[in-house]
C-alpha cells in the first residue's frame, strides 16, 4: 500500500538519483528545485532544517537528507525504500566499474567530457545558498554567523571537524538571546532507543570480530575485514566525500604497506594507488552518492580471491556496509532532534545552524570555485571563462524558470561533449 500511495515520489528519488551530480554540493540544489519547488514535498525551511541537522552527523549527508524527505512524507519505511532507491545506481556503477577497470585503462577512456559538472555543481549551490539565505539570516547574529561559517568552511574546508564544529558554535552563539525566543512549555516524549543500541553493537561487533578473524586467519576473515572497514568509514567520517578518500586511501593503499604490518606478515586488505586513484576520480563523475565509492573499493579488494562471486559479495557487503551507519544514525538522532527542538535553548540554536548551513554553502562555493577546481580539471584562461558562464547560467536558470533540475544537467553533460569535442 504505501509503495502504490508513494511511487511517484519513489520516481522522482530514481530520477533524481540517476541526474544527481556534482557530489553534495549539487544535490542540495537539485533536491530543493525537484522536491520542494516542483513536487512540494516539503518546503525550504524544512529542507534547510534536514540539511543542517545531517551536517551535525558523520556518514553520507546528502543521502541521509533525501532519507529523511522520505520520512518526513512516509514514515520510516518510505525512508528506506528512499534510501535503496537513492544509492543503488551509483553503487551498480560503481561495482561494475571494479570488474571493467582494467578494460577503462586499456582503452584510455576519457572523462574530459564530464568537465562542466564541477560548475553546474557550484551553480546549483549558489542556487540553494541564495534561496535559503532569505528564510535563515534575519538579524545581526545570524549575519555574523554566516560570515563566520563561509570564512571558515573556505578555509578548513578539508578538515573532518570544521562542520560540526561550525554547527556546535553557531547553536551556543544564537542562545544569548532569552527575549526573542522564549521557553514555552512542552511535554518530554519517550525516545526509543532501538537504532542507536543498534549502531553501537554493530560498530563494537565488527571491530572484534574483524581484529580476531585476523589474528586467528579465519577462512572468510575478508568478508569480515570489508564489513568493519566499510561500516567504520560509514560512521566516522564528516565532511563528505572529500574527507572519506583519504580515509580510504590510508586504509586501503597506505597501510598494507606499512612496517607493522609487513613484519607481522598480515594478509589485509589491499589495493593499488593508481586503481583507488581511477575510482575516486569516477565517482565524483557520475550520478548519485559519492559513498557509493564503497561498493567499488568492497570489489577490489576481492579481487585476490580470483572469485567472481567473492569480488560481487564484496561490491555488496563494501556498499551496504558504508550507508548503514549513516540510516541507523539519522533514523535515531531526528526523532530526538523532533523532540529536543522544541526547548527553546534548541529553537534559538537552529537558529545560528540554519544560518551556519549557508555560511558553509557559500564557502564551499569559494572553495570549489577556486584551489580545489583545478585540481580536478586544469583550464586556460578561455576555458575558466566557459565555467564561470555555466555556473552563472545554471543559477540563472535555476533561480529565474521553472526547468527542471535533470534537463539543467543534461543540457550541462551535452554542452561538455561538444565542449570536448571541438
Not at 525504500?81 to 537513492?86: A, N
Not at 586513484?277 to 580471491?305: H, K, N, W, Y
Request: one cysteine or more; glycine letters at 8%.
Amino acid at each position: 500500500m504505501i509503495l502504490k500511495r508513494h511511487i511517484h515520489f519513489l520516481q522522482a528519488v530514481f530520477l533524481h538519483s540517476l541526474t544527481a551530480f556534482g557530489g553534495p554540493q549539487g544535490h542540495y540544489g537539485m533536491m530543493l528545485k525537484t522536491f520542494v519547488n516542483n513536487r512540494k514535498d516539503i518546503t525550504e525551511a524544512e529542507l534547510l532544517e534536514l540539511v543542517s541537522f545531517c551536517n551535525m552527523l558523520p556518514g553520507a549527508s546528502s543521502t541521509q537528507t533525501l532519507a529523511l524527505i522520505g520520512y518526513k512524507r512516509g514514515g520510516f519505511i518510505l525512508a528506506l525504500l528512499t534510501l535503496i532507491v537513492w544509492v543503488t545506481p551509483a553503487c551498480l556503477l560503481m561495482g561494475s566499474l571494479s570488474f571493467l577497470l582494467d578494460y577503462f585503462a586499456d582503452n584510455s577512456i576519457s572523462t574530459k567530457g564530464l568537465r562542466f559538472i564541477q560548475p553546474m555543481a557550484i551553480g546549483f549551490l549558489a542556487f540553494s545558498a541564495y534561496r535559503l539565505f532569505k528564510i535563515s539570516i534575519t538579524n545581526t547574529i545570524t549575519t555574523v554567523v554566516l560570515i563566520i561559517a563561509t570564512v571558515f568552511t573556505f578555509l578548513y574546508f578539508k578538515t573532518p571537524w570544521v562542520f560540526p564544529a561550525l554547527m556546535v558554535a553557531a547553536g551556543i552563539a544564537t542562545n544569548f538571546s532569552h527575549k526573542r525566543i522564549p521557553q514555552k512549555e512542552v511535554l518530554p516524549k519517550k525516545i526509543n532507543w532501538g537504532n542507536l543500541i543498534l549502531f553501537l553493537l554493530l560498530f563494537a561487533t565488527a571491530g572484534y570480530l574483524s581484529e580476531t578473524a585476523t589474528k586467528q586467519n579465519w577462512k572468510n576473515r575478508k568478508y569480515i575485514n570489508l564489513f568493519e572497514h566499510s561500516y567504520r568509514f560509514g560512521s566516522l567520517v564528516f565532511g563528505g566525500g572529500d574527507v572519506l578518500m583519504p580515509v580510504m586511501y590510508e586504509q586501503f593503499v597506505v597501510r598494507p604497506k606499512s612496517v607493522v604490518v609487513l613484519k607481522n606478515k598480515r594478509d589485509v586488505l589491499k589495493m593499488s594507488s593508481e586503481d583507488f586513484l581511477t575510482g575516486s576520480g569516477i565517482v565524483r563523475a557520475i550520478p548519485g552518492p559519492v559513498f557509493s565509492i564503497g561498493a567499488f573499493t568492497g570489489g577490489m579488494v576481492m579481487q585476490s580471491e580470483n572469485n567472481t562471486m567473492s569480488q560481487i559479495t564484496g561490491c555488496f557487503l563494501g556498499a551496504v556496509a558504508i550507508f548503514l551507519p549513516s540510516a541507523l544514525l539519522v533514523l535515531f538522532f531526528f526523532p530526538v532532534w523532533n523532540n529536543i527542538k522544541r526547548y527553546a535553548v534548541m529553537y534559538r540554536s537552529l537558529e545560528g545552524i540554519n544560518a551556519a548551513s549557508v555560511g558553509i554553502m557559500l564557502g564551499a562555493i569559494l572553495f570549489l570555485s577556486t584551489a580545489n577546481y583545478y585540481h580536478t580539471f586544469p583550464v586556460s584562461h578561455f576555458e575558466f571563462l566557459v565555467d564561470v558562464f555555466v555556473m552563472i547560467g545554471v543559477f540563472v536558470v535555476l533561480a529565474f524558470t521553472k526547468l527542471r533540475a535533470p534537463l539543467v544537467v543534461l543540457g550541462c553533460l551535452l554542452l561538455g561533449l561538444i565542449f570536448n569535442f571541438y
